[in-house]
């Protein structure tokens, strides 16, 4: 590690969009003044807004802004994608909106550089989600654990983290090996890294505040606990029915 914030290696900042133009300039130019050599892949999902052009504008050679196919659109998907192209050691996994703060990922890129295969961003404080979104959420990380233990997987105080920094080496492998069962519809990339990554991963944890959006519009609804249910074996399936027909939501799996 150099001197200050200034990061040396090889690690790659893999950052999904959607409409996020208000957010991508800031956010890259962040990454950039923090951490110099990191490179930024946005992983857009064929943004109507003016993201891209942006993006391009900025003129950043170790900045780029990926659009990705229209007929495989998914979060999880653009960020699995952005894993398997970022062909850095460490990969890094950011929300566009400032709610995973990135004075943390010093510390996680630490972490990486002593040996662990993961690091997962976990919250401490949860709170900026609102009480409805807090609950849901913890309710989701026992259920997940449990799902975990049974399949022998290591498990994480916060399996729904979208902050993660990885070991590029390690989860290539996993993801092209298990491309046809990942919930690529789905919002819990570290969900499925876990569950079809190697049992004995080496994770350790950086700890940080969730915060709240500021800027931009929130994309979450009722479809991402439909994903994260069915990410959880045949009772998750069970229960991703169950809650779809109560909402009336599309199942969008084949029954
Ligand atoms: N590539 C891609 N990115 C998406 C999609 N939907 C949301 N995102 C991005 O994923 C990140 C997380 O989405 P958010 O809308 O912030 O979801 P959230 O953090 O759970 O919800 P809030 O707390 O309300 O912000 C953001 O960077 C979004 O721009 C999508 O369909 N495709
Ligand atoms: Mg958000």
Not at 41 to 70: A, C, H, Y
Not at 81 to 103: A, K, R, W
Not at 193 to 205: N, Q, Y
Request: aromatic content about 12%; proline content about 4%; hydrophobic content about 40%.
């Amino acid at each position: 590690m150099s001197s200050g914030n200034s990061v040396v290696g090889s690690c790659t900042v893999v950052i999904p969009t959607y409409n996020e133009e208000n957010n991508v300039v800031n956010m890259a130019k962040a990454i950039r003044e923090l951490y110099p050599e990191f490179r930024v892949m946005f992983m857009d999902d064929n943004s109507t807004d003016r993201s891209k052009q942006l993006i391009d504008e900025l003129g950043d050679p170790l900045t780029r802004m990926v659009v990705r196919k229209p007929e495989e659109r998914g979060l999880a998907a653009s960020v699995f994608q952005g894993i398997l192209e970022c062909n850095t050691d460490y990969f890094m996994t950011v929300d566009c909106d400032f709610q995973h703060p990135l004075s943390t990922l010093k510390g996680m890129y630490e972490k990486m550089e002593a040996g662990a295969d993961l690091v997962i961003g976990t919250r401490d404080d949860r709170t900026a989600m609102g009480f409805k979104r807090w609950a849901g959420s913890w309710c989701f990380t026992i259920f997940a654990n449990a799902f975990l233990f049974w399949h022998g997987k290591p498990r994480s105080k916060d399996n729904m983290s979208g902050l993660i920094a990885g070991r590029t080496s390690v989860f290539v492998p996993v993801i092209k090996d298990n491309w046809n069962n990942l919930e690529m519809q789905g919002w819990k990339v570290l969900l499925d890294l876990l569950r079809w990554g190697p049992k004995d991963l080496k994770i350790d944890e950086e700890h940080y505040i969730f915060a709240k959006r500021e800027i931009g519009e929130s994309h979450i609804s009722g479809k991402v606990v439909v994903s994260t249910f069915h990410q959880c074996g045949a009772f998750g399936r069970f229960c991703a029915k169950v809650y779809a027909k109560i909402k009336g939501l599309d199942y969008p799996y084949d029954q």
